[in-house]
């Protein structure tokens, strides 16, 4: 796996990620509790390894390192 996060994507999706877990541990109630904790789990994951599937697929890379060829 490449980065394809720049620092910045990184930062927000951080802040995100502790939104969401707020809102799962107290707002939200029944099926959005999960939902909730979900979308901060993957905002979590994807920002501390610098990867996101989503922009593999659509071929968006924020990261401004130049990408070594294999």
């Given amino acids: 796996m490449k980065p394809n996060e720049g620092t910045t994507d990184r930062i927000i999706r951080l802040a ?28 979590l994951l994807t920002a501390a390894v610098g990867f996101c599937p989503l922009y593999a697929l659509l071929g968006i890379n924020t990261c401004p390192v130049p990408q070594r060829k294999a």
């Fill in 16 to 43: 995100l990620a502790v939104v969401f877990f707020l809102l799962a541990f107290t707002v939200a109630t029944g099926v959005w509790v999960y939902v909730a904790a979900g979308l901060g789990v993957v905002m």
